[in-house]
């Protein structure tokens, strides 16, 4: 099993897209956050996880979704346990008030966010998009989520998460998978 390397996320940004090290050059606990460098063909969760001996309740998967009311689009990152899902076609939809909320098409997630497929994290997002973070996903003693890039993972406190601009806490946004 492949051991991780961690680094302060500010000693390494070439392992951080850029929304995410613009972020933490400002953001207050930009301390606390750690990087390390993985394989990025382990950059999935559940690949990840595996390849360096990590339980998969300490992952956080960050999904984008959209939906249209009155000719608006709607946006959100949805902030989930990897050991659960969004509840996209209830709560998500409720919580953006749009008629049908879908996951937002990746090649415009990607062009949005200035991220990488499958590094997409909340950290970085763009101004205005709301956040909207499982209350489970707070529990997690030392999370790991993307780093905008497939080559890098970020390690933080979960509670940290709700301190992030726009984050929302919404209970139950997930279900068990």
């Given at each position: 099993m492949t051991q991780l390397v961690f680094s302060p996320a500010l000693d390494r940004p070439d392992l951080l897209a850029a929304p995410v090290a613009e972020l933490l050059g400002t953001w207050p606990h930009a301390g606390e956050v750690q990087v390390a460098e993985i394989d990025p063909g382990h950059a999935d969760t559940a690949a990840m996880t595996e390849a360096y001996?990590?339980?998969?309740?300490?992952?956080?998967?960050?999904?984008?979704?959209?939906?249209?009311?009155?000719?608006?689009?709607?946006?959100?990152?949805?902030?989930?346990?990897?050991?659960?899902?969004?509840?996209?076609?209830?709560?998500v939809k409720r919580t953006l008030d749009v008629r049908k909320a879908s996951f937002h098409p990746m090649e415009r997630a990607v062009e949005e966010t200035g991220m990488e497929y499958g590094g997409i994290t909340p950290l970085g997002l763009p101004e205005g998009w709301r956040l909207l973070v499982d209350e489970r996903v707070l529990g997690i003693a030392r999370a790991i989520v993307g780093s905008g890039v497939r080559r890098s993972k970020l390690f933080l406190p979960g509670a940290r998460l709700a301190d992030l601009p726009g984050a929302e806490v919404v209970p139950g946004l997930a279900h068990p998978s």
């Open positions: 001996g990590l339980p998969l309740t300490d992952s956080a998967n960050c999904v984008v979704v959209s939906g249209r009311r009155a000719g608006e689009e709607r946006l959100a990152a949805c902030l989930v346990r990897a050991d659960t899902r969004a509840d996209v076609n209830n709560l």
